[in-house]
């Protein structure tokens, strides 16, 4: 089954740093897609996007919420997408998921495969 692997969350103050990885396997993305999608969900809200990355690492999409504050970036040699993420705020507390696609920068996550157990994080006030 394809799936891929979040890692890195933990629980932070508010204004703390973070950072997410989501490894897969080569089959992975020459099956599904190469670029690469961060979500979060939080308890009792829907699913939401976050960011972004093509895999050449040369485009990135942010949703307003995490943009000036996260950065997603990707290691190709390792198949391992990063998400660093700064300043954190309460309200960024969630489960973290990563998913790959065919389409580029896609907010739809019904367009992305390979979702894994996802990392929780928790930033507290």
């Known amino acids: 089954q394809v799936q891929l692997v979040e890692s890195g969350g933990g629980l932070v103050q508010a204004g703390g740093s973070l950072r997410l990885s989501c490894a897969a396997s080569e089959r992975t993305f020459t099956n599904y897609g190469r670029n690469v999608g961060w979500f979060r969900q939080a308890p009792g809200k829907e699913r939401e996007f976050v960011a972004s990355?093509?895999?050449?690492?040369?485009?990135?999409y942010y949703a307003d919420s995490v943009k000036g504050r996260f950065t997603i970036s990707s290691d190709n040699a390792k198949n391992i997408v990063y998400l660093q993420m700064d300043s954190l705020k309460p309200e960024d507390t969630a489960v973290y998921y990563c998913?790959?696609?065919?389409?580029?920068?896609?907010?739809?996550?019904?367009?992305?495969?390979?979702w894994g157990l996802g990392t929780q994080v928790t930033v507290s006030s």
């Open positions: 998913a790959v696609s065919r389409y580029l920068h896609t907010r739809d996550g019904a367009l992305y495969n390979g």
């Open positions: 990355i093509s895999w050449s690492g040369i485009t990135t």
